[in-house]
């Protein structure tokens, strides 16, 4: 039974500073590409950041670039996202997904409220 657990999400400050991670069990992890995915009730579903499991080569969508970070640790079977200089239109819910050849799999979320 495959299962993603995202954790890290709160209630911050703008221009402060999160640390999301994700963390997979039962798949095998590094051939696995990662992302994370933002929702909020106004909008649908987007991508935010993805790292490649073959070459980690990461990509990010053009709302955070130069303030969001990817990360994988395959030994830990975990996926990262350092949020910098956060704004208030960074709050959503926040989502991990493992991409395999055939199969997909998503967490459950994590929610990011941005707000002074």
């Known amino acids: 039974q495959v299962q993603l657990v995202e954790s890290g999400g709160g209630l911050v400050q703008p221009g402060g500073s999160l640390r999301l991670s994700c963390t997979a069990s039962?798949?095998?992890?590094?051939?696995?590409?990662m992302s994370w995915y933002r929702q909020t009730p106004e909008k649908e579903r987007e991508l935010v950041a993805t790292?490649?499991?073959?070459?980690?080569?990461?990509d990010y969508a053009n709302s955070v670039k130069g303030r969001f970070t990817i990360s994988r640790d395959n030994v830990r079977n975990t996926v990262f996202l350092q949020m910098n200089s956060l704004k208030s239109e960074d709050t959503a819910v926040y989502y991990c997904k493992a991409a395999g050849r055939r199969e997909s799999y998503w967490g459950q979320g994590t929610q990011v409220t941005v707000s002074s």
């Open positions: 039962g798949l095998t992890f590094r051939f696995y590409d």
């Open positions: 790292i490649i499991s073959t070459d980690h080569r990461t």
